[in-house]
């Protein structure tokens, strides 16, 4: 079992930028990678990046390519979502979830971990 608690929403202006991190706990982190994705009020949880154990690896979502970047701590079992230039339609709660290498990453069916998801508004 892996526990994920992620941490640093809140509400910005638009054009801000804001940095999430989740902390992973109990069973090894080792060998998971880890997923961003959100959902809007009203809407479908979506992707919105992966990383695979190593780092080496990022995928993001098409739309969301060049503001938001993805990265890993293993040391402190942590993975971050740095989130630049924020519009109001990235407000969402953001989770972040775990999967095993090798997984379908863009989808939900891939990770076997969830957080309990932080909330980031943006106001225009």
């Known amino acids: 079992q892996v526990q994920l608690v992620e941490s640093g929403g809140g509400l910005v202006q638009a054009g801000d930028s804001l940095s999430l991190s989740c902390a992973a706990s109990g069973r090894t982190f080792s060998g998971y990678a880890m997923g961003w994705f959100r959902q809007a009020p009203g809407k479908e949880r979506e992707f919105v990046a992966a990383i695979t154990w190593s780092g080496g690896s990022t995928y993001y979502a098409n739309s969301l390519k060049g503001r938001f970047a993805i990265s890993r701590d293993n040391a402190k079992n942590t993975v971050y979502l740095q989130m630049n230039s924020l519009k109001p339609e990235d407000t969402a709660v953001y989770y972040c979830?775990?999967?095993?290498?090798?997984?379908?990453?863009?989808?939900?069916?891939?990770?076997?971990?969830w957080g309990q998801g932080t909330q980031v508004t943006v106001s225009s």
């Open positions: 979830a775990a999967a095993p290498s090798g997984s379908h990453y863009y989808t939900q069916n891939g990770y076997s971990y």
